[in-house]
DNA sequence: GACTATCTCCTTATGGCGTAAAGTGACCGG
DNA sequence: CCGGTCACTTTACGCCATAAGGAGATAGTC
């Protein structure tokens, strides 16, 4: 399951989402010494290099020199500040609609592959209850400019919007996860399947004849030896696992 | 990221996927008086009604009995209990090939999907570290299977591979994260909806402008009231997302 | 039948997490 | 200068996985 975001009061979310000037009345007390920004910032820095894993209010307390606690002053909880680290980052996303929708939409995944790459945590975040912050919806309505051109009837463009999120999500989250794995444990992809596949011929001698077509398929692979086992593989499969689905966009375009 | 399975010594958890007699010498101290079995169907009856988050070796100790330090005679850690239980679920899929390869693929990606909602923990361990059991591996062959008379090349083949199992699991994971937001927060898709809509006019009120086409999609959408709303919306992606999915690789098949 | 090695399972402890509750001191308007 | 209000801290609670060590059961050996 996803990490959930938008759990909290919509009103003070949506607020600091869109930015909404909410001009307090002067107080007494002490100045804030911290902003909003500044904490979504150190959050962000943390998520990115330690992982989703990684990002508690400690960790982004310490990082500000402040402890945990003084953030609730400017957050509600944790998931209300995901949710604006969510949006944030999604402002780095800007490829926009093609004249030809293909390229369009070619372009739109793989800027959206790298920034997976880029915020592995982003791609954890559950679609199902969206943050609905204008970065967020900007990565739709650019998507849905680009396949405009295609002129698909509404129910097929959620199915193939959804389906390319969930595609190129899937395809990111599986590059992240070999890359943490391999970092987390010290053993390259290429250690682990070794010590697994010798592990699985003794346990399992008849594995060609209970798996002839996994086996085949694994024998004719094609290497590029200058990237790790899983990564040639993940990227592999972005490529021709867009193009096939592209096809079959293509494929309802000429059935309209 | 996901939740990482595979990860501890290979030769241990092989040998308990793969049920390998470990005929130990007969040896002092008391018997026994759990199984592995016993465990792991515990393990998976926990996360089926409180998901991963509920999975914890506390809990599974309680339903069995016993603390959860008892379990560590049975089970090298949490993530070998998460292998075990993992393979063990997936030996309820049985879909297997048909003469035609669209219906034999559209066979097993429903099967899988309907797996998911059964089982959500299942969708959220990670492939990029396979837990390598038969049942897993099963899954892969028969998708091959399916595949087979498509005649598709090699590195097409694990495309479309690919592309279907995060399709299949993105689709599923969003039914789950749905019904599990909807559980837990008490709060229906139609009641956060409804609230999250009503505060973004306020605070965007000129969404229709910087929004067309997401306005229009979702003006025109027709829904089935007996269904939640995101149950609707995930049914009605994953059919149609899947329909596209299959005209691409039937584009394929034609290429070849 | 007693002894000892070895095993299962328990209790306890460590260091993490989010965040509730309560305390400390700074700052403002009057 | 005082009283109210706020920012931020400390402490505490109940979770988590699991390391360490202790209690008691069971087997083989004498």
Redesign the interface.
Known sequence: ??V?A??GD??RT??L??R?PTDEPVRPGPRQSLTVNAIVDAAIAIADTA???GLSMRAVGERLGRTAMALYTYVADKSELLDLMYDHVHGELVADAQPNWRDGVTAWAEELFEFYLRH??A??V????PV?G?HE??L??RL??AL?PAGLR??????????L???V???A??????R??ARE?GQSDED?WY??SA??TT??PDFAD?????TR?ES???FDESLPY?EN?AR?????????????????VKAA
């Open positions: 399951m996803g959930f938008a759990q919509p009103r949506m607020a989402l869109w909404v992982g989703m894993a592995p945590w791609a954890q559950s679609m199902a209850r609905l204008p919806l900007n739709v309505e849905l400019r405009e509404g129910p097929v463009v959620r199915g193939v919007v959804s389906g999120t969930y595609f999500q899937g395809a989250a599986f590059m992240n996860d070999a943490h794995a444990t682990w010590a697994r592990e699985l346990v399992a209970r798996y002839p077509l996994l398929l004719d692979k094609e899983m593989e592999q499969s972005f490529t021709t696992g867009l193009r096939t689905m592209l096809d079959g966009v293509a494929a309802q």
